[in-house]
C-alpha cells in the first residue's frame, strides 16, 4: 500500500529534473504527499473527512484551528501550497522556477515533519481543539470516536 509520503520521494526527484515539467511534478506531487499525510493524521484523530473537492477545504481549517501553532503554520501552508499545486498543474503558460518548486517541496516535508512529530499528549489536546472549533464555529461535528 502506498502512502502520502511516498509522493513525497517523487517530488524530490523530480524537482532535481532539467525540464519544467519534472518541476511542475515535484509541485504537484509534494502537495499530494503533504495532503495524504493531513488526511491520514485527522482519520487517525477519529475525524472523518470527506472525499473529493471538499477534502481540501476541510484538512487546512481543522489543522489550522487545532491550538497547536507547529500545526497552524502547517494548516496555513497547505492551502498555499494547493494554489501552488493549482497553478503547477494548470497555468502552464506561466513559467515556474526550479526554485519555486523546490521551495514547495520543501514546504510538503514541513507539513509531514510537523504530523509526524506530534506526541501523543498534543494529538489529544489537538482533537479537543478541532472538535471545540466543529462544534462553535462550523456548527457540525465530523468526529467519529474511531481512531486508529
Same mark, same amino acid.
Given at each position: ?49 470527506? &472525499?473529493? #473537492? $471538499? !477534502?481540501? /477545504? ?11 501553532? =507547529? %500545526? ?25 522556477? &526550479?526554485? #519555486? $518548486? !523546490?521551495? /514547495? ?11 509526524? =512529530? %506530534? ?30
Amino acid at each position: 500500500m502506498i502512502r502520502g509520503e511516498d509522493f513525497l520521494k517523487i517530488a524530490e526527484r523530480s524537482v532535481t529534473g532539467v525540464l519544467e515539467a519534472d518541476w511542475r511534478t515535484a509541485v504537484s506531487r509534494g502537495y499530494y504527499a503533504a495532503f495524504h499525510e493531513a488526511r491520514d493524521f485527522l482519520i487517525a484523530l477519529g475525524f472523518q473527512t470527506p &472525499r473529493a #473537492d $471538499a !477534502a481540501h /477545504a476541510f484538512l487546512w481549517r481543522r489543522l489550522q484551528n487545532g491550538g497547536h501553532v =507547529g %500545526l497552524a503554520l502547517a494548516g496555513s501552508r497547505l492551502n498555499q501550497l494547493r494554489g501552488e499545486r493549482n497553478q503547477a498543474d494548470y497555468d502552464i503558460h506561466r513559467d515556474l522556477a &526550479r526554485d #519555486d $518548486a !523546490a521551495a /514547495a517541496v520543501k514546504s510538503a516535508a514541513m507539513i509531514i515533519d510537523t504530523l509526524h =512529530g %506530534l506526541t501523543a499528549d498534543e494529538r489529544r489536546l489537538i482533537t479537543d481543539a478541532i472538535k471545540t472549533y466543529e462544534r462553535d464555529v462550523l456548527r457540525e461535528s465530523t468526529w467519529r470516536n474511531r481512531p486508529r
